[in-house]
T-cell receptor, first 111, second 116 residues
Framework: GEDVEQSLFLSVREGDSSVINCTYT??????LYWYKQEPGAGLQLLTY?????DMKQDQRLTVLLNKKDKHLSLRIADTQTGDSAIYFC???????????FGTGTRLTIIP | ETGVTQTPRHLVMGMTNKKSLKCEQH?????MYWYKQSAKKPLELMFV???????ENNSVPSRFSPECPNSSHLFLHLHTLQPEDSALYLC???????????????FGPGTRLTVL
């Protein structure tokens, strides 16, 4: 079955760039997502990328997709204290509503 | 009210109790989902409803019973739960699946459930 893996923790100094990595196993994954979960809140969709793309940029966020290696990353430029949260990678096949999530990466910002 | 709302936000129940979780979406979506979020584990999809019909039951124990009376409301009825069922239960909604585009799921804030 599908499997999505992430590191559990990442610490970054305020102002630096954060890079959160994710690997997945399903080669037919069509859409790949990044969600953010702040304490006490549900998941908020940050961005997604279609599998025929290798990069997508949206303000401070850059998503890179290496389809050959099944590797997805989220780069947050100029990391701020408000970026502290758990970041989930997820994948979905076209025509299938089921999302498969990773364990989430807890991002901690060091002042 | 906007987005996806869930009530209650916190629930403590004994193993012999019966309780229900409620989810409501104000986005005009046709698909609704229940997820279970436990510490250090990936989000687990429990149930999917499309146009009020259940289309996915991810091998969930029968002590969890979903109900979808219409496209805007989703319930999760709980009875004779176990302590290991303690978790954050998240509801989500999306447009009908299979459409082109991201078909993003919008999540509610969750219900933090503790089973004693």
């Amino acid at each position: 079955g599908e499997d999505v893996e992430q590191s559990l923790f990442l610490s970054v100094r305020e102002g630096d760039s954060s890079v959160i990595n994710c690997t997945y196993t399903d080669s037919s994954s069509t859409y790949l997502y990044w969600y953010k979960q702040e304490p006490g809140a549900g998941l908020q969709l940050l961005t997604y990328i279609f599998s025929n793309m290798d990069m997508k940029q949206d303000q401070r966020l850059t998503v890179l997709l290496n389809k050959k290696d099944k590797h997805l990353s989220l780069r947050i430029a100029d990391t701020q204290t408000g970026d502290s949260a758990i970041y989930f990678c997820a994948e979905r096949n076209f025509g299938n509503e089921k999302l498969t999530f990773g364990t989430g990466t807890r991002l901690t910002i060091i002042p | 009210e906007t987005g996806v709302t869930q009530t209650p936000r916190h629930l403590v129940m004994g193993m012999t109790n019966k309780k229900s979780l409620k989810c409501e979406q104000h986005l005009g979506h046709n698909a609704m989902y229940w997820y279970k979020q436990s510490a250090k584990k990936p989000l687990e999809l429990m149930f999917v409803y499309n146009f009020k019909e259940q289309t996915e039951n991810n091998s969930v124990p029968s002590r969890f019973s979903p109900e979808c009376p219409n496209s805007s409301h989703l319930f999760l009825h709980l009875h004779t739960l176990q302590p290991e069922d303690s978790a954050l239960y998240l509801c989500a909604s999306s447009e009908a699946p299979g459409l082109a585009g991201g078909n993003e799921q919008f999540f509610g804030p969750g219900t933090r459930l503790t089973v004693l």
